[in-house]
Each structure stands twice: as structure tokens, then as C-alpha cells.
């Protein structure tokens, strides 16, 4: 079978190639092939003698050369199906790559890996009628080259899938059974400074927008749980020209957040006017109507607007214990009553029953 008709189907488009390629920077297929055919060629029966054991030889290099190909095409392909990503990474990774990119990758894997599991027990039938060394030689050079060109042929899936990998490496890996608030708002407004003051999280705080170019996550101990707290970059609220960095934070106030803590800061120190802030904030509660929001306003230190939001001030810690119990007090009522730890028998925070509104 010439090379190019390995599959039967047409050369992708561009959006496909890239530079991927394994940490070697050789095509991934190449290390995959090595690999499986370094293996096979060591194979080395036992016990037999003569012909029997080259026919045995053979055998070993066809069942191994196949089955290491395959494994390594499932590894690859395994860690990134629909049932081992949250809903969110499967948001993020359709929004940066395209939608449906990952799983027309997996599928392409996957023929690929049924092809070679057929060309190797086909191989296997016709070794038994094969006679001489000569024709063994020649029927196990041609699986290896078959083999090759379906490995070949799916290069750019193996591409695609390694930098959704890395991509998904690089950002913070949410349990979806977990509270999570999500600190959004403005560039510069001090949302990072706030994440740093409530959670584990170490952000980087800088008085220049888009510091935090990816989602950072932190824990912290909100009431009886760990919640976790995750830091965005600033939006700016334009619909239209948002870049990578503002739809990201957006893809986490819809599909990653229970309670989104809204950033605003009124001193303006930000560069960005109260309006502004506001408006966003107005936007926001329109657009996402199942999503508890949840306003403060910081740097109390220089500024209050007297709006009558809570006001903390990360610098001077003003605030911020009022501001924890307001977000455990969210994340209480959100949870279902079933969830909820007994009640102790002196408290009476809330009726039994009631709580989940
Ligand atoms: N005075 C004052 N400055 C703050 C406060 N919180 C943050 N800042 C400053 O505001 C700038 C932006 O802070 P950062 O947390 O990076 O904002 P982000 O871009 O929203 O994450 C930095 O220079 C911070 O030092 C605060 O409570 N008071
Ligand atoms: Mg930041």
C-alpha cells in the first residue's frame, strides 16, 4: 500500500500543523515508531530452533511492534477524553484550539489505532502460510512500513493533542465537586491582592493591567470546607474585541464559578472609571442569571464610594473578615440541604429544611 493511502482521507488545513512536536523536537511519530520498533527488534524467542524460530522471531516483532504503537496512541489520546476533563476544561480547550478540534484528533487516533491492530492480526495470518526466511523478512518489513505511514499520517493529531496538553498543564486544575469563587473584574482593580489576602494563592500583583494572563487558583477555608479561589485576568467588557486572556476569565465566571466575587475599585487608581465598573457589573448580572455575584469594593485605604457594598482594602486588611463570611454565607446557601453538616444542637442559623434558596 503506497504511503499516502494509508487512510483514504484528504490533507488537513493549516490550522492542524504547529509546532508541537515532542520536547525533542523531532515529530512525535518518529519517537513512537523507534520506540516500538526497537522493542520489537529485540525480540528474541526461547526454546525454539531453525526456521521455527525465525517464523517465532517474526511472530514477537508483529504482535509487539503493533501493541507498543497502540499504547502509546491511547496514552496519548486517553488523559484528554470528554470523561477525564471538567466541563470547564473542556470550555477552555474548544475555545483556544476550536470547537471539536480534540475530539476529531481522538477519533483520527483512534482509527488509526484499529487500522494497525488490523494490519498486525493480518500480518499474524499470513505468517503461517509464509515459507523461507526470505518471505518472513519481507512480510514483517512490509507491516513495519504500513504501520509507519498510519503513525505518519496522524502527526498532526499527535501535535494537536500535545499542545492541548501543555496548554491544560499551564492552567490550574479545578475539582468540580468543590466550591469555587471565581475574583473577577477590571484589570488593575486589585483582584489578585484580594486572592493573595483569601487563599493559598500567591498571584502576581503589578499596577499594570493583564498581570495575571492566566487563571491562578488558590484554597482557602471558607466556613467548614475548602473552597477554591480562583484569580482571573481583568475584562474589560467589550464583547467584541475581548483577547485571549479576557475570554478565559469569562469562560470561568460562566462554567467554573458557584459564587463570582465582582472586584470594583472606586479610588480609580486602576485607571478605569466607576462607570465602567459598574456597567460591567450590570452586564454580568443580565447575562449570567444563575450565577450568584457577589460586589466589593477595595483599596479602601485611598477610596470609598459609600455605595453601600462591603469595602475591604487588601493593604490594610480592612474588611476582609467580613468580606470571608459573606462568601462562606454564599456558599452555605448554595449548597444542596443534603450536603450540609448537621446542625449543632445550640445553633439556630437557620431553620431545618430551609437554608437552600
Ligand atoms: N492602596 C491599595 N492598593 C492596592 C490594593 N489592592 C491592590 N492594590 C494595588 O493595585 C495594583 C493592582 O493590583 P492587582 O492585585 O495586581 O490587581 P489585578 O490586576 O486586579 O489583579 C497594585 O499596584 C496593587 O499594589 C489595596 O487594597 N489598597
Ligand atoms: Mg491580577
Given at each position: 500500500m503506497p504511503r499516502s493511502a494509508a487512510s483514504g482521507r484528504p490533507p488537513r488545513g493549516?490550522?492542524?500543523?504547529?509546532?508541537?512536536?515532542?520536547p525533542h523536537g523531532r515529530p512525535i511519530a518518529s519517537a513512537i515508531l523507534d520506540a516500538a520498533f526497537h522493542r520489537a527488534h529485540r525480540a528474541s524467542p526461547h526454546g525454539a530452533k531453525g526456521s521455527d524460530r525465525n517464523r517465532r522471531r517474526a511472530l514477537l516483532k508483529i504482535v509487539r511492534s503493533s501493541a507498543v504503537v497502540r499504547r502509546q496512541l491511547r496514552l496519548r489520546s486517553a488523559p484528554l477524553t470528554d470523561e477525564k476533563l471538567t466541563e470547564f476544561q473542556r470550555r477552555l480547550v474548544d475555545r483556544a484550539f476550536g470547537v471539536g478540534a480534540r475530539a476529531r484528533a481522538l477519533r483520527r487516533l483512534k482509527t488509526a489505532e484499529r487500522r494497525i491492530e488490523g494490519l498486525s492480526r493480518e500480518a499474524e495470518r499470513e505468517l503461517h502460510r509464509a515459507e523461507g526466511p526470505e518471505r518472513i523478512a519481507a512480510l514483517v518489513r512490509a507491516l513495519y512500513g504500513r504501520i509507519a505511514s498510519h503513525v505518519h499520517e496522524v502527526e498532526p493529531d499527535l501535535e494537536a493533542l500535545e499542545r492541548v496538553r501543555r496548554y491544560l498543564k499551564e492552567r490550574p486544575t479545578l475539582d468540580p465537586a468543590t466550591p469555587t469563587v471565581v475574583v473577577a473584574g477590571f484589570?488593575?482593580?486589585g483582584k489578585s491582592s484580594l486572592v493573595a489576602r483569601l487563599s493559598t494563592a500567591r498571584p502576581k500583583v503589578a499596577?499594570?493591567?493583564?498581570?495575571?494572563?492566566a487563571l491562578e487558583v488558590g484554597h482557602a477555608d471558607l466556613g467548614w470546607d475548602r473552597s477554591q479561589i480562583l484569580d482571573t485576568p481583568g475584562v474589560l467588557g467589550r464583547k467584541s474585541r475581548r483577547n485571549p486572556a479576557e475570554a478565559e476569565a469569562e469562560e470561568a465566571v460562566e462554567h467554573?464559578?458557584?459564587v463570582v466575587l465582582f472586584v470594583l475599585d472606586p479610588s480609580g487608581s486602576c485607571g478605569y472609571s466607576r462607570e465602567e465598573q459598574e456597567e460591567l457589573a450590570r452586564r454580568w448580572h443580565a447575562e449570567y442569571p444563575g450565577v450568584p455575584i457577589i460586589e466589593v469594593e477595595t483599596k479602601s485605604d485611598i477610596?470609598?464610594?459609600?455605595?453601600?457594598r462591603p469595602a475591604v482594602s487588601a493593604?490594610?486588611?480592612?474588611g476582609l473578615a467580613d468580606l470571608k463570611q459573606r462568601l462562606e454565607a454564599a456558599l452555605r446557601r448554595l449548597r444542596?440541604?443534603?450536603?450540609?453538616?448537621p446542625l449543632e444542637p445550640?445553633?439556630?442559623e437557620e431553620a431545618p429544611g430551609g437554608g437552600a434558596g
Open positions: 493549516r490550522e492542524d500543523r504547529g509546532a508541537a512536536r515532542s484589570p488593575n482593580v499596577d499594570y493591567p493583564f498581570t495575571t494572563l467554573a464559578a458557584t477610596g470609598v464610594s459609600g455605595s453601600g493593604k490594610t486588611g480592612e444542596p440541604a443534603t450536603e450540609l453538616p445550640t445553633t439556630v
